[in-house]
């Protein structure tokens, strides 16, 4: 099946997978509704240029050397298209990883797949960068929880004397 992914940028950095540089792409078409959603334009299923093979197969010959994992900002709602992407970042020897908004994923996906964040986006408790985050990234391989690798920058949590 031919994919049907739409993305909207796609980058490289060493933020979002720990002790990776990745090739980042946001995804575009998210069916989720988090209360608070901090993209709500990225809900717009025709935001953004196909993410295809041909275009995606490119992108990996460019950061050849470079990229040492893909990340997809979402995707997870067109599963054949993501899968087919997973696969050919794998054949290439890149690591995979997917951010989800959602709580677990379809175990199709899970086995393409090396990081794994989950978890809606919830205002109140913040990202994975806050201590009271509700979401959690995921090593599959290890199958260690590495959401406190997100927050060695985060305010220590003590009283100051009196
Ligand atoms: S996963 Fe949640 S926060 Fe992210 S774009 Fe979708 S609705 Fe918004």
Same mark, same amino acid.
């Given at each position: 099946?031919?994919?049907?992914?739409?993305?909207? &940028?796609?980058?490289?950095?060493?933020?979002?997978?720990?002790?990776?540089?990745?090739?980042?792409?946001? =995804?575009?078409?998210?069916?989720?509704?988090?209360?608070?959603?901090? $993209? $709500?334009?990225?809900?717009?299923?025709?935001?953004?240029?196909?993410? #295809?093979?041909? $275009?995606?197969?490119?992108?990996?010959?460019?950061?050849?050397?470079?990229? $040492?994992?893909? &990340?997809?900002? !979402? !995707? *997870?709602?067109?599963?054949?298209?993501?899968? *087919?992407?997973?696969? /050919?970042?794998?054949?290439?020897?890149?690591?995979?990883?997917?951010?989800?908004?959602? *709580?677990?994923?379809? #175990?199709?996906?899970? =086995?393409? /797949?090396?990081?794994?964040?989950? %978890?809606?986006?919830?205002?109140?408790? !913040?990202?994975?960068?806050?201590?009271?985050?509700?979401?959690?990234?995921?090593?599959?391989?290890? %199958?260690?929880?590495?959401?406190?690798?997100?927050?060695?920058?985060?305010?220590?949590?003590? *009283?100051?004397?009196?």
């Amino acid at each position: 099946m031919l994919t049907s992914l739409r993305y909207v &940028c796609h980058t490289v950095g060493t933020l979002e997978v720990p002790d990776e540089v990745s090739l980042i792409y946001t =995804v575009s078409g998210c069916p989720l509704r988090c209360p608070g959603c901090h $993209s $709500s334009d990225l809900r717009n299923p025709s935001l953004g240029q196909p993410l #295809d093979r041909s $275009s995606f197969g490119a992108a990996l010959d460019r950061y050849a050397g470079l990229a $040492s994992c893909v &990340c997809f900002l !979402g !995707g *997870e709602w067109q599963p054949d298209a993501l899968i *087919e992407l997973l696969k /050919l970042a794998r054949d290439r020897g890149l690591a995979t990883c997917l951010y989800s908004g959602l *709580e677990e994923i379809d #175990d199709r996906i899970a =086995v393409h /797949l090396d990081y794994l964040k989950l %978890g809606p986006f919830i205002a109140a408790r !913040g990202g994975l960068d806050q201590p009271g985050t509700n979401q959690r990234f995921l090593d599959l391989r290890s %199958g260690r929880d590495l959401t406190h690798r997100f927050q060695r920058h985060a305010a220590p949590a003590f *009283e100051l004397a009196a």
